[in-house]
RNA sequence: GGGGGAAUGUCCCGAGCGGCAAAGGGGACGGACUGUAAAUCCGUUGGCGUACGCCUUCGCAGGUUCGAGUCCUGCUUCCCCCA
């Protein structure tokens, strides 16, 4: 990992120049292995849930590069692992998915990657799942034939299982366990679809080094790992996390005008990286956009909110949003692309609890917190600051429209109707 | 196997003479200031009700008590020491 290392793929090229580079097992002999040929590389995921959230996006962005490279990319689900159920965690019921709502997330994970990997063609995606062969290993096999290569001394040493034994928290044999079933499947996807290269977050530079080391013991081709920087915020908060809860990448749980907001609402501290990491604009581009100082800065603050939104849901999409983000901040109109809450005409009539009409809005997760949102002056109604939380809302508070806007703080708008 | 300690507000850390919706942080959210930024200051941070109020919370299950996070018994999990 020197710095003065200048790569001749176009592939490493772009991870060491657009920051997506933490840590490389052997960053020469990667570079090298472009050169030759088209690299297979791989991603594993995890299918716990119907979406994957912009923690993700990272390494998605890396097998985008990768393909884009003329390299094939493979984002692997984890349902094999999955359907162990994950552990972690103090003592909530785990858990268990069942197969069928494995399956459901994984089509719904699908889409994503569908937005960003071409899954046809010379380069073609694939997407396979771990159960595939993970729910055929037999125990006896498995003790002798991998289980052997592990050092239970080494692996106490990792990162991840030391923080874990430090901070007292309980670690089950199963979780202690997935190590060695992700280097398995290294191994696995080198011997089924040649794959030679792991991708991953910084955390999981343990796993994917035991599954080089696996495969050199089990007689792999030459095994690399590549590991990206974990996502945070320049004030060092987790980044993917709103008021509304995670940014999830499928349209159905953030829509495309929230997930640009998201991105408008990035630190300045962070615009450079994030246009280098969540976009494919040119870097001179993006150094110029970098250049902008004070209030400036928001002119590179659109082009990354157009930029990302438009990977994941498209130019038009992207655009909608940027004009309806643009009419309801800079103009103060409103356009139907804004959230919005459609409710009884019946009710109107009758007048709804203010507070009610926020919770059920969503912009708060009970009446009381609405009610004590409006307090502290956080609900705006028709852009009227409202601290009676009691205060009925009826329907003379429509506008020409037929339409109440409804606030709560100053970016998170709902339009509120009567059907 | 023996001995000692621990588990608290469903984000985390953490105080808690038997009257407790439970100190204090951090985080998060809101307000002011700004540029839909950061920093700073202020406020909010269990649910339901218009309200005196009602309900649900301190690992789990019982018990003592008018009253239990707090005392007793059993259980679970974790940490430390001795074997």
């Known amino acids: 990992m020197t710095s003065d290392f200048k790569p001749r ?40 849930a119907s979406s994957l959230h912009v923690g993700s996006l990272i390494s998605i962005m890396m097998l985008r590069w990768l393909q884009k490279t003329g390299n094939n990319p493979i984002p692997l689900m984890g349902g094999g692992t999955t359907r162990v159920g994950d552990p972690s965690g103090k003592d909530e019921t785990r858990k268990l998915l069942s197969v069928e709502a494995i399956e459901a997330n994984k089509a719904s994970i699908r889409q994503v990657f569908e937005n960003f990997l071409d899954f046809g063609g010379a380069h073609a995606a694939v997407m396979p799942d771990n159960a595939e062969w993970l729910t055929k290993l037999n125990w006896i096999e498995m003790l002798r034939d991998i289980g052997r290569h592990f050092s239970v001394n080494r692996m106490l040493s990792f990162e991840s299982v030391k923080t874990r034994l430090e901070r007292e928290q309980e670690m089950s044999f199963i979780e202690f366990n997935y190590m060695i079933l992700q280097a398995y499947d290294f191994v696995e996807l080198s011997r089924r679809h040649g794959c030679t290269l792991q991708m991953g977050g910084s955390d999981q530079w343990g796993n994917i080094v035991s599954g080089i080391d696996l495969g050199r013991r089990m007689g792999s081709p030459q095994l690399y790992a590549l590991t990206c920087p974990l996502l945070t915020t320049s004030s060092g908060a987790k980044m993917g996390k709103t008021a509304a809860g995670a940014v999830w990448l ?170």
């Open 250 to 419: 499928n349209a159905d749980l953030v829509s495309a005008y929230d997930y640009w907001q998201f991105w408008r609402n990035t630190e300045d501290a962070d615009v450079a990286k994030f246009l280098r990491l969540f976009t494919e604009l040119p870097l001179d581009e993006i150094a110029r956009l970098e250049k902008l100082a004070g209030a400036e800065i928001n002119e590179a603050k659109k082009v990354l909110a157009d930029e990302a939104t438009a990977l994941l849901h498209g130019r038009d999409a992207a655009n909608q949003a940027s004009a309806a983000s643009k009419a309801a901040f800079e103009e103060g109109r409103m356009t139907g692309d804004l959230p919005s809450l459609d409710v009884d005409r019946a009710s109107l009539e009758a007048g709804v609890q203010l507070a009610a009409l926020v919770a059920d809005a969503g912009l708060a997760s009970s009446r009381g917190e609405a009610r004590r949102l409006a307090q502290g002056g956080g609900v705006r109604l028709n852009d009227r600051q409202e601290t009676d939380g009691q205060r009925l809302v009826t329907l003379a508070d429509m506008d020409a429209d037929g339409v109440i806007k409804l606030a709560a703080g100053k970016k998170k708008i709902v339009l509120v109707r009567a059907v």
């Open 9 to 48: 793929s176009d592939f490493v090229r772009a991870m060491v120049e657009r920051g997506y580079m933490h840590q490389c097992s052997d960053l020469e002999g990667l570079d090298a292995a472009f050169v030759a040929g088209p690299v297979t590389a791989y991603v594993g995921y995890d299918c716990t």
